[in-house]
């Protein structure tokens, strides 16, 4: 996860007022607890329906590993699904995780925060409610593929926003909504929105096509161009909205790359404290248990488990380097090959997403399809060539 609007308020303060990161104690987990979803969206990486799933973990067995959660030092749990306001005990496994001192978020489809469900929300009191937008109300409800869907997680994001809570927009950026993303930056502001989420679709294109013909490729820097602009607006006007990315970590060096064209007095600066992000952080600082309790090194790994929580505990998964992958993920210097391992922002980025890498090619370490970095934006200084638009 790219914050955006953390660097770049950062530029305003005294450099001696703007906090290093500190070392997480444990890893943010995405936690599925519930497979079923009152939708069927297009790019839906749970594959959820709306049904019933066999193997679930109980009521009881969530404590547990919450217990362990807790003991191992994570301090974050972000509740997801398919969608998890389907599964009964929800409010009740948030009541704890909130007793237990965790950052609890809700990762929600909107559509089942009404009046009714309004309350026993806000009872929890989340710290974050982020709600999934896939466009303006046609497209949204294409990609939901339900009529209505768009009016009903506004609805529910207007409860959310009127009771208080820390309420944002989660978008899936693909080439068929890309066009809609200036909308949904006004929604937000018409609507008194707290953070904006952008997704990067889990691309997996040919790895060796020109990024520079490649229609993903420049729309993914269209957007971020625009996310930039929009974030350092804010700054200038003393807004303080957030503005996150995630899946893909060349973010971080492409921000670098649009300062040094349109912020050229403040790209010293910014480069010294994003040099410190890390980037990527699958397998170190961010995990995902799925609804059957199996342990992934993020919530786009489904297809590669490290083990289940059914048998063995999650820190000792966690931290078992004996796994081939979690050993290569761990290590302070990343295994990567191709271009990555050539590129100039390695460093910065952490070589991206491998789940990217590994399902195209089946090697985990080669280059990232994902990456929108040009062959000349990822050279050695002073080959680098800032970024246009």
Excluded at 36 to 62: I, M, Q, W
Excluded at 160 to 168: I, T
Excluded at 364 to 372: L, M, R, T
Aim: hydrophobic letters at 35%; proline letters at 5%.
């Amino acid at each position: 996860m790219f914050r955006i609007s953390r660097y770049l308020h950062a530029l305003t303060q005294p450099a001696a007022s703007v906090r290093r990161p500190v070392k997480p104690t444990g890893p943010v987990v995405i936690w599925n607890l519930v497979r079923r979803c009152n939708l069927t969206c297009r790019h839906c990486y749970a594959t959820s329906a709306d049904k019933d799933f066999p193997g679930e973990l109980t009521t009881s067995d969530v404590f547990n590993v919450m217990d362990d959660l807790r003991d191992f030092g994570v301090p974050v749990l972000i509740l997801s699904g398919g969608e998890p306001l389907l599964r009964p005990d929800i409010f009740e496994i948030s009541q704890r995780a909130k007793s237990m001192g965790f950052y609890v978020g809700l990762s929600s489809n909107g559509t089942l925060i009404n009046e009714t469900t309004i309350a026993d929300i806000a009872e929890v009191g989340y710290d974050y409610v982020g709600i999934s937008i896939d466009g303006m109300r046609d497209t949204h409800d294409r990609f939901r593929r339900k009529q209505g869907a768009f009016d009903e997680s506004i609805r529910g994001i207007r409860y959310c926003r009127d009771a208080g809570l820390k309420v944002g927009l989660r978008f899936t950026l693909t080439q068929d909504n890309a066009a809609e993303l200036p909308d949904l930056l006004q929604l937000m502001d018409d609507e008194g929105i707290d953070k904006f989420y952008l997704s990067h679709l889990n691309y997996a294109g040919r790895g060796y096509k020109n990024r520079n013909d490649d229609v993903h490729h420049r729309i993914t820097r269209e957007a971020m161009n625009l996310l930039f602009a929009t974030c350092w607006d804010d700054v200038q006007k003393g807004r303080k909205r957030e503005f996150v990315t995630g899946n893909n970590d060349a973010d971080g060096a492409y921000l670098l790359l649009w300062a040094a064209h349109h912020l050229p007095q403040h790209h010293a600066r910014l480069q010294e404290m994003v040099s410190r992000w890390g980037g990527n952080s699958s397998g170190v600082n961010i995990a995902n248990i799925d609804n059957e309790g199996r342990v992934h090194p993020d919530t786009m790994w489904w297809d590669y488990t490290l083990g289940s929580v059914k048998e063995r505990r999650f820190s000792e998964i966690w931290q078992d380097t004996s796994e081939p992958l979690m050993a290569g993920l761990k290590q302070k210097t990343r295994p990567l090959e191709g271009r990555c391992a050539e590129c100039t922002h390695r460093s910065i980025c952490g070589g991206n997403s491998r789940t990217r890498a590994w399902r195209l090619t089946g090697n985990p370490w080669a280059e990232d399809p994902g990456c929108y970095l040009t062959d000349d934006e990822i050279k050695p200084p002073p080959s680098i060539r800032v970024a246009t638009g």
